[in-house]
């Protein structure tokens, strides 16, 4: 379901609450073309969380990690900008192709995005970075 079908549906007339969020709408539209390409190129599952995380802050996102339709080849990446903290979850599958090493890689390239105040361009990069080191599924 698409934002715009999500507003009809309700029949409020009120944007869709993820327009609340830290993103403008064109922002949302790249996160979702990266997320779309990074899924299309690799084969794997990736998602995006953006908002606060309980501590302990890598406990809450393994969570959702577990929360997704399929853990085992998917990749959260779990971003509270409030709590200044990053996360990146592989599942057991997708550990194979993105080690930690180049989670973490993509995970410092995020974080020099994030203290320059741009945090969707942060989660495209690094979003672009996984997917690279993932290869071809």
Not at 80 to 108: C, F, H, M, W
Not at 112 to 132: E, T, V
Request: glycine content about 12%; overall charge neutral; hydrophobic content about 35%.
């Amino acid at each position: 379901m698409t934002v715009g079908e999500k507003q009809a549906a309700t029949g409020t007339g009120n944007p869709p609450e993820v327009l609340d969020g830290p993103f403008s709408t064109r922002q949302l539209l790249r996160i979702d073309e990266a997320l779309r390409l990074a899924d299309k190129g690799t084969g794997l599952v990736f998602s995006v969380y953006v908002g606060g995380l309980d501590e302990p802050i890598r406990e809450h996102a393994e969570r959702l990690h577990r929360q997704l339709a399929e853990p085992d080849k998917s990749v959260l990446i779990a971003v509270s900008p409030n709590q200044r903290q990053l996360e990146i979850v592989t599942g057991r599958y997708s550990r194979k192709r993105i080690p930690d090493t180049y989670a973490k890689l993509a995970a410092l390239s995020m974080v020099a995005s994030f203290g320059g105040g741009d945090l969707a361009g942060g989660i495209i990069q690094g979003l672009d970075q996984l997917a690279s080191h993932a290869g071809k599924g």
